[in-house]
């Protein structure tokens, strides 16, 4: 079918009627069918294909999160093996430290081996003695005051000495200050740990 474009000059839009659609000039008949053609392809698209596309979009989204959750399950699965014997580790450390931390009837004997060490380490004690326990979620802290009359050398000695005691103990909150020729007046909170019987398992 050719069409003449110079048709269009020479409608009379005048006398084109909606009843007499057969008699219309075809230049007028292609204009109306491509746009018709055009509104059913637009209206069939955004009613019919539109939804389809984006529920297609959704999911390979969706495909692609459950693949990388495949993969990171897979991944920990595969190791599975692995976690478990690293996790029989971790238990029988814990439960090696565990041992390490005085029970209520050896918290009184910690005073004795500190008092030991500190006098084998060559320092005079001024004071120790227990200060308030402190309650945390897990455990209970229990702090001792310690004062002592002695050198650098001999404090430095009683610091290894306590990091060698059987039983976990921890120094806080040092302070020195000269007591004399030679002499200084060493203060120190030695904290060691406690568990209640009920929250080991």
């Excluded at 839009?13 to 009843?19: F, H, K, P, S, V």
């Excluded at 650098?152 to 306590?162: A, D, L, P």
């Excluded at 976990?168 to 007591?179: K, Y």
């Amino acid at each position: 079918m050719n069409l003449d474009l110079k048709a269009f000059s020479d409608i009379d839009w005048n006398e084109i009627e909606l009843d007499n659609i057969g008699e219309w000039p075809i230049a007028v008949k292609v204009i109306c069918a491509t746009f018709v053609a055009a509104l059913v392809l637009f209206f069939s698209y955004s009613l019919l294909v539109s939804d389809e596309i984006d529920s297609y979009h959704n999911a390979v989204t969706k495909e692609v999160e459950l693949r990388t959750t495949y993969r990171t399950k897979y991944a920990v699965a595969s190791r599975l093996d692995i976690y478990r014997e690293q996790m029989l580790k971790m238990e029988e450390k814990f439960s090696q430290l565990l041992k390490r931390l005085p029970t209520s009837n050896e918290t009184p004997g910690l005073l004795d081996d500190l008092s030991y060490v500190g006098t084998t380490s060559g320092l005079t004690f001024l004071k120790i003695g227990w200060l308030p326990e402190v309650e945390k979620e897990f455990y209970t802290e229990l702090p001792i005051k310690i004062e002592v009359v002695g050198t650098y050398h001999e404090f430095g000695e009683f610091v290894g000495k306590v990091a060698q005691l059987p039983r976990i103990v921890s120094l806080h909150d040092f302070s020195i200050s000269s007591s004399g020729e030679k002499q200084l007046t060493f203060s120190v909170v030695a904290k060691t740990y406690r568990y209640e019987e009920g929250e080991v398992k």
